[in-house]
């Protein structure tokens, strides 16, 4: 069988795999894909998603960054291996992971999100304004990236930009928005 007919019909065998629910008998598939076609950037990447859904978090950052090395200028595989760094509490090492994605795609909404995390948690207060402010640029109707944003306004004690996200909120979430004003004390109905 030549390798095109090979790695065809491994591919089909792990989708078809997926398909049942059989993650481990795929795992082995993508593996043997790669065998055939050494880095290939679909098996790689496909043996990462299947190693994160088994819960093998260190498999997959080692098939992640086998897939970055490789393919340096795929933004999602930066975005992934970012996504599961920071899962591990790698967030060191998470950052630039995204900031990399960043580079490459800059309308990627999720990798502002997950930048502004992180520098949340790192009480990097400006900065993560400044990331939440692309999300909410490129992702405009997502509540996630306004609620951050409030939550941020209210930790830099800047309740009057937090009652401005408020606001917003609640023309198109107005949940949303009743639970920031549980959380925070403040009111959509306060003057800035």
Do not use: C
Not at 91 to 98: K, N, R, S, T
Not at 107 to 116: E, I, P, S
């Amino acid at each position: 069988m030549n390798t095109a007919l090979a790695y065809g019909y491994l591919k089909l065998q792990a989708l078809v795999l997926l398909v049942f629910g059989r993650q481990t008998a795929a795992l082995d598939k993508f593996t043997q894909m790669l065998l055939v076609r050494p880095g290939d950037r679909y098996a790689l990447a496909s043996r990462a998603h299947v190693l994160a859904q088994l819960g093998d978090k260190h498999g997959a950052i080692g098939a992640l960054r086998e897939l970055v090395a490789r393919f340096p200028d795929t933004a999602a595989a930066w975005f992934n291996l970012a996504y599961m760094l920071e899962d591990l509490g790698g967030h060191a090492d998470a950052e630039p992971a995204f900031r990399r994605a960043l580079e490459i795609e800059p309308k990627m909404d999720r990798a502002w999100y997950g930048l502004a995390l992180l520098l949340i948690r790192d009480r990097r207060f400006e900065e993560a304004v400044q990331a939440l402010k692309k999300n909410t640029e490129l992702q405009p109707m997502s509540p996630f990236g306004w609620y951050q944003l409030a939550r941020v306004h209210v930790d830099r004690q800047d309740p009057d930009e937090a009652v401005k996200v408020i606001r917003h909120l609640k023309r198109f979430e107005p949940k949303v928005a009743a639970q920031l004003e549980r959380e925070t004390g403040l009111s959509a109905a306060q003057s800035s």
